[in-house]
């Protein structure tokens, strides 16, 4: 056996040749990993790992934001970002990748290999109706011009969509993004799946009809799976990988790893599944803030609540919980004044200051400006609202952000990070209420157990009223005074 160095698309691979028996495993095996292991010219970002994958069968790989499992994903599909150093094989249905040139690999994409990225708001064409992209993929993919509508059509029911395919990206809610995105990935019953985060932001029946969609890939290939949600890896079973910070913690049956977990990093991950959460106890409130009377919102002929009434104090944590697509979002904006009510009323017994009222977004790539570094996307906060920078240094350090992270721009940093920033800045104003739209949906149940804790002690700490949005209302129900559901 013996080494030579190949470089393919700016990636670099060290490669060893390969013996009689493992020429027979790489051609019976849909995907094969061998000792591969990522890095940059500073440091190692994943370990070296090991594993195969065969028709029918599925791998979860499950860690906390920023642990690797995206990279390996960059890797298999042959789009690692540049700079980065792979070291191992990979093949690909029976042939090693390094064998192939790049146009080799990308034939494979999309009929072959379909990949659901984490991000479905950047994967979507912003400039086209969310039915024409996925009959897109009827028709440049798979050369399908006749059936294209009645596919497309079918698919959208399948997913409870069937009423939106005129809308673009910018108009569906993340949950409905993130099924779109699945629709345009598996149009093509490509035999093996890569999906990154298939189920962040959803609720719990939207997420549990993914898994069921997903588990449909399995008839047909085989299903590698990113996520940092304990549910999924539990309910798509097969094999689990748990990663953290590029490192295997433990590897083995699905069953067995969550039953009987061997590393404290697996143990701590499943003990901060919010089933397993104490209830915070809950603070006393203040003066009424802002009173809800008998309020309907309408989209269209859509109603999407009606005769909503309620108050919310100074100090209160109120926590609002619903399906995808059932209002959360609009009524986050009618409180901040966004939006008018199709009818009834808001009224505000205290007048909160100007600049005293925000919102974190569910989706904060897209609030934050690219071109910008977080240091300077920082800088413009702390100027505007003359904010005390002494608050930086500890804020970071609770909210688990490195400062070396503030020289990098937004898209530059992980889903989690920029979360996890976007909370900071909100903060560090000391807001009158502040309204979270999903603060938690792209963190790891441990770093979301602690970010959530986090923000309700902060806002506490300065009286602020906290509107918390989220679909997991168990996670409300163990941390808020109370929790209306749409």
Known sequence: MGTRPTHLGGVYFSVKFSTAGERKNIVTALLSVQQLAISSAQETLVESLSFELHAHQALTILGETGSGKSLLANAIIGNLPAGLHSQGKIALFGQYQHQRTQAEREALWGKQLAVLPQEPWHALNPIMPAGEQVAEVH????????????????AFQQVALHQDQSKYPHQLSGGMAQRVAYLCATQTQAPLLIAD???KGLDA?????IITLLQAQLTRGALLTITHDIEVAEKLGGTIIVMRKGVIQEQGPAQQVLSHPQSDYTKALI????RYWQTTPQSKTGKPLLTVDNIAM????KCLFDSLSFTLSAGEVLGISGDSGCGKSTLADLLLGLLKPTQGYIHHPQAIPVGKALKLYQDPPSALAKS???QTLLEDVCNQHKVDRNQIPRLLERLALSPSLLSRKANQVSGGELQRFAILRALLTRPTLLVADEPTSRLDPITAASTLQ???ELTQEIGCALVLISHDKLAL??????????
């Open 271 to 274: 003990n901060a599944d919010p």
């Open 139 to 154: 028709h440049l993919v798979m050369g399908n011009h006749a059936n294209s509508a009645k596919l497309t059509d079918s």
């Open 454 to 456: 986090l923000i309700i």
């Open 477 to 486: 129900e163990k941390t808020c005074h109370r929790v209306l559901s749409l």
């Open 197 to 199: 985060e298939p189920t």
């Open 205 to 209: 029946s939207r997420r549990d009809q």
């Open 298 to 301: 309408h989209r269209g002929e």
């Open 372 to 374: 910008a570094t977080l």
